[in-house]
């Protein structure tokens, strides 16, 4: 009777074990999913990351330029006319041809 007990110890013992050991290779299945997935999301920040800096570089060079071409551009002058000719301010002796509204 004891031997019988025993057995059946066993078994249930043995059952659990592959119970654990299902589980196991479930959680080792999804870890490896999680891990690849993980991997993948990183090089997708890192990636983004660079995209986000080459952006902000350009922004900053399109800034540059545009705030150069105001720095070299002549005043423009409010007249009449639908064009004049005039000398620019900061030095350059080349008349600029501006388009101006009319009032």
């Known amino acids: 009777e004891k031997n019988l007990k025993l057995k059946e110890k066993i078994t249930m013992l043995q059952q659990q ?21 993980n991997a993948n999301l990183q090089e997708y ?15 900053e060079e399109l800034l540059w330029k545009l705030q150069e071409e105001d720095a070299a551009s002549p005043v423009k002058l409010q007249s009449t006319s639908t064009t004049s000719f005039y000398h620019c301010s900061s030095g350059n002796s080349s008349p600029a041809k501006v388009r101006t509204l009319r009032q």
């Open 17 to 37: 074990n592959e119970e654990l050991r299902a589980r196991i290779e479930q959680n080792t299945a999804i870890t490896r999913q999680l891990s690849q997935e």
């Open 45 to 59: 920040v890192e990636k983004e990351m660079e995209e986000k800096k080459k952006l902000s570089k350009t922004n």
